[in-house]
């Protein structure tokens, strides 16, 4: 169910578990709240981030880019690394290392290792953008902080990577979000 501010209704008010909430959980705070929450802070970062990229002379970057960019990494990487590291295919890690150099953010070249091989590499351009990016970040960290205070914002840091594994922390959002 949908409701009028377009949020996910897991169950009708009033018709959830038949246990009631876990212990220790407010009736008032039902627990598909968390995920959209966590969600639309993302959202909002990353929202923001590409509106200040825009501004500053990277108005076609989109999030997709940001994650390939960040599976070329600093010493490059094949098509074939950047699906594995995407969690897509080699052809859908493609068609994305395509744009990127189409918009100027990354090269193709030579592997210097193997002659038959083509690495992705990151242009200036690509490089300017995540520099960028990581100050914007920064400015909104900051902005989150000014606005919950640092003691806040350190401790909502500190519960999520006592609850999130190490192993989370992976570019593959396609796996999860239904993409190859």
Do not use: C
């Not at 509106?51 to 074939?80: C, I, K, T, W, Y």
Request: hydrophobic content about 40%; overall charge positive.
């Amino acid at each position: 169910m949908v409701d009028d501010k377009k949020v996910n209704q897991v169950v009708e008010k009033g018709k959830g578990s038949l246990k009631g909430p876990p212990k220790g959980s407010p009736p008032d705070r039902p627990g598909y709240e968390l995920p959209l929450l966590l969600f639309a802070g993302f959202r909002t970062l990353i929202d923001r981030l590409h509106a200040e990229l825009a501004r500053q002379g990277h108005p076609d970057l989109r999030p997709a880019h940001g994650f390939a960019m960040q599976a070329v990494g600093a010493g490059g990487a094949s098509a074939s690394e950047i699906g594995r590291r995407l969690g897509v295919t080699k052809q859908a890690a493609g068609k994305t290392v395509d744009r990127l150099v189409a918009l100027g953010y990354a090269e193709r070249a030579d592997d210097p290792a193997d002659a038959r091989r083509k690495l992705v590499r990151l242009t200036p351009h690509g490089l300017d953008a995540l520099a960028r990016s990581a100050a914007v970040f920064d400015e909104l960290r900051a902005e989150w902080t000014r606005a919950l205070g640092p003691d806040r914002v350190g401790a909502l840091e500190d519960d999520l990577r006592a609850v999130v594994p190490p192993e989370a922390f992976r570019l593959d959002a396609a796996g999860w979000l239904g993409g190859a």
